[in-house]
């Protein structure tokens, strides 16, 4: 099992910046990929940023351009930097890790961008 908790969430102006990071424990060699969402009340989960098995980032178009995740698997962190933060990027973000067979989510941190 892996237990995933994410911080750095804060309140922000627009156009700021931000960075979340994500730390895993537990089994952290069995994890395959980090990948990162957000959900706002009565709102689906969103799919943010995950890294391919090529190692290259995968981005919503929503976030393309201003958001950068990076993941360290040894070391079972993950970080989502945020540039240019609008008012309509506050939402919970959550982090997940993907095992062979099943994933694990963190509780969120919440983000708000608001003058």
């Known amino acids: 099992q892996v237990q995933l908790v994410e911080s750095g969430g804060t309140l922000v102006r627009p156009g700021e910046s931000l960075t979340l990071s994500c730390v895993a424990t537990?089994?952290?060699?069995?994890?395959?990929?980090f990948g990162w969402y957000r959900q706002s009340p009565g709102e689906l989960r969103e799919f943010l940023a995950f890294?391919?098995?090529?190692?290259?980032?995968q981005y919503a178009p929503s976030v393309q351009g201003r958001f950068t995740m990076s993941m360290d698997k040894a070391k079972g962190t993950s970080h989502l930097q945020m540039n240019d933060l609008k008012p309509d990027d506050t939402s919970i973000y959550y982090c997940?890790?993907?095992?062979?067979?099943?994933?694990?989510w963190g509780q969120g941190t919440q983000v708000t961008v608001s003058s």
């Open positions: 537990g089994d952290i060699t069995s994890i395959q990929n």
């Open positions: 997940n890790v993907a095992v062979p067979g099943s994933f694990y």
């Open positions: 890294i391919a098995r090529d190692g290259s980032p």
